[in-house]
């Protein structure tokens, strides 16, 4: 009850309680891409080949998956960090009935509700624009809380390393990277295999199911694989989380 209660507090105080006017703020960025590079560059490119979809409708999953990736480490990084070091919130709640493993599960789970805000604002603008349909945008947006949960346990450890504000740029050294290159604007296949490989061992993105470009075995299979890897990163997110929490607050 407690982490449920601590997850709808974050709600309720967000941009004045009005998760629409999160999902906006949260939005916009990508919206801007997928303008500028879905349709602009999409107008050169045509279809991409392999997929046979058009360059928007490829580029639109990627940039869900980097919206809610965004959303759910914001919360559990930089607002946990003012959280903890400027306004000495945490060490206030300590001394109510919230336990330190509630303050952790409240932040991821409010960390995954976030992100998947985020998602539906997503997928219903490019629902719109014509570039996933109902049933696959459903899918999709059960996929995007898997990528919130990783994420949002993993920044919330994370966090803990964190020191001062020029720290975040180290974030961004391992952040930036994985979203030009781990196939948000282009499929893996047009690099050497030594740089697939490394590509495919970065997080997976939800790109399947919102392109509805599932087929019989190998993508099935690469589905359950990247749900599994989602799951695991953030179960071991929240267990290093919750420790290093522990070591910050209580000693």
């Given amino acids: 009850m407690a982490r449920t ?21 949260s939005i916009f960025e990508p919206i801007l891409y997928l303008l500028a590079i879905g349709v602009g560059i999409g107008r050169l490119v045509g279809d991409v080949d392999g997929v046979n979809v058009t360059y928007a409708a490829f580029v639109a999953p990627g940039l869900l998956a980097t919206a809610v990736m965004n959303s759910a480490l914001y919360e559990t990084m930089e607002g946990a960090f003012v959280k903890f070091t400027h306004e000495r919130y945490y060490r206030a709640i300590l001394f109510t009935p919230v336990s330190l493993t509630g303050i952790v599960a409240g932040e991821v789970a409010w960390a995954v509700l976030r992100g998947f805000v985020t998602a539906i604002g997503f997928l219903l603008v490019i629902t719109v624009f014509g570039l ?96 599994l890897y989602l799951l695991v990163m953030g179960a071991l997110g929240l267990v290093v989380a919750r420790r290093r929490w522990a070591r910050v607050m209580l000693h």
């Fill in 5 to 25: 209660s601590w997850c709808f507090r974050n709600l309720r105080v967000h941009t004045g309680g009005n998760p629409w006017t999160m999902a906006m703020y």
């Fill in 132 to 227: 996933v349909s109902w049933p696959d945008a459903l899918v999709a947006a059960a996929g995007t809380l898997l990528v919130a949960f990783a994420f949002g346990s993993a920044g919330l450890a994370v966090t803990t390393r964190i020191r001062a504000w020029s720290d975040f740029q180290y974030v961004q050294l391992v952040l930036l990277p994985m979203f030009l290159f781990a196939t948000t604007f282009y499929p893996v296949t047009v690099y050497p295999r030594v740089i697939q490989v490394i590509v495919e061992l970065l997080p997976p993105l939800p790109r399947h199911p919102a392109a509805a470009r599932l087929r019989p075995r190998p993508d099935r299979l690469r589905l359950v694989v990247s749900v």
